[in-house]
């Protein structure tokens, strides 16, 4: 069965530091990787994915993540954080292949930025 | 335009009753989802429909039952809500199943008293 662990449920950083939000994955198969964003009372808005190729994947608003097979990490990170970066993050995992296209996600991390 | 829409916005109702949520996509989507939101924020699949053939049904209580009328349309279903049930609920939509980008609607936020 397929994990996904978000290390830390709320990460609070000071406005143009380092955004890094962890996740650590369990699948029995190579595995498709999402960062989903959720801003307050609101759905779901895919960040960005890993299914296949170039391991560093960018995304929408400077975001970027690193799928490292060795460390089972898709990590996100942001060079320098906005205020607007304000939401829950989720990381989430799916089985690449057969019939189970079921995405797992990770309990969230809730980013807050300090002016 | 509005991608994934769901109504209603918010539901207040007792236990013991049943309730619809309906939602509608206009993305020409092929696949679509619902997925329970628990007040811990932690994001569960309940149900997926492909071309309106039901291939996801996670352990979820048999009170609780999907209906795709079409591809665009994928409703949910309470008997006998609970107290438990209070969450909120999403919509999703994809183009295809597989390592598709979902769309989620705005939620409904179901609360049983």
């Known amino acids: 069965a397929q994990s996904v662990t978000q290390l830390g449920s709320h990460v609070s950083v000071s406005e143009g530091a380092l955004v890094l939000l962890r996740c650590n994955y369990s699948?029995?198969?190579?595995?498709?990787l999402f960062w989903y964003v959720q801003y307050p009372n609101q759905g779901l808005q895919l960040l960005l994915k890993?299914?296949?190729?170039?391991?560093l994947v960018k995304g929408i608003n400077g975001f970027e993540a690193e799928f490292k097979k060795s460390e089972t990490s898709f990590h996100l990170t942001k060079p320098s954080a906005h205020m607007s970066d304000a939401a829950e993050y989720f990381c989430?995992?799916?089985?690449?292949?057969?019939?189970?296209?079921?995405?797992?996600f990770g309990k969230g991390t809730l980013l807050t930025v300090n002016p | 335009d509005t991608a994934v829409s769901q109504t209603p916005k918010y539901l207040v109702t007792q236990m013991g009753n049943d309730k619809s949520i309906k939602c509608e996509q206009n993305?020409?989507?092929?696949?679509m989802y619902w997925y329970k939101q628990d007040s811990k924020k932690f994001l569960k699949i309940m149900f997926s429909?492909?071309?309106?053939?039901?291939?996801i049904n996670e352990t979820v209580p048999n009170r609780f039952s999907p209906k795709s009328p079409d591809k665009a349309h994928l409703n949910l279903h309470i008997n006998s809500l609970e107290l438990g049930d209070s969450a909120v609920y999403f919509c999703?939509?994809?183009?295809?199943?597989?390592?598709?980008?979902?769309?989620f609607g705005p939620g409904t936020r179901l609360t049983v008293t």
């Open positions: 999703a939509s994809s183009q295809g199943a597989g390592s598709y980008e979902q769309y």
């Open positions: 699948s029995s198969v190579p595995p498709y």
């Open positions: 993305l020409g989507h092929d696949t």
């Open positions: 890993y299914t296949t190729g170039a391991t």
């Open positions: 429909y492909n071309n309106k053939e039901l291939i």
């Open positions: 989430a995992v799916e089985n690449s292949g057969g019939s189970n296209y079921k995405l797992t």
